[in-house]
């Protein structure tokens, strides 16, 4: 599976309940695991965005996660824009 990926780079925007319960934590914890870099950030109308980078697989394993998060978020719903890659390193929270 991972030889034949390429790198891809997503843009989320997940709405709903999603700030202050430790999404933005859990999502730099899940794409650690996944070996994706990338961000998590709150915005300012409640919503959190994430950059994933990595092998396509494994974006799409995060971008399935973000549709769920962690056990106390209610994700409402999640935008995902094809962005191009940048080679992004780590992932970061702010």
């Not at 961000?39 to 919503?47: F, I, K, P, R, Y």
């Not at 396509?56 to 995902?80: I, L």
Request: one cysteine or more; proline letters at 1%.
């Amino acid at each position: 599976m991972g030889s034949t990926d390429s790198a891809v780079r997503r843009r989320l925007v997940v709405h709903g309940r999603v700030q202050g319960v430790f999404f933005r934590a859990s999502c730099r914890d899940e794409a650690n695991a996944r070996g994706v870099t990338g961000s998590a950030d709150n915005l300012d109308d409640g919503a959190v965005e994430v950059v994933l980078e990595g092998e396509q697989t494994a974006v799409d394993e995060m971008v399935a996660w973000a549709r769920t998060g962690p056990a106390h978020a209610e994700v409402s719903g999640v935008d995902v824009y094809e962005e191009r890659l940048q080679g992004l390193s780590g992932f970061t929270v702010s």
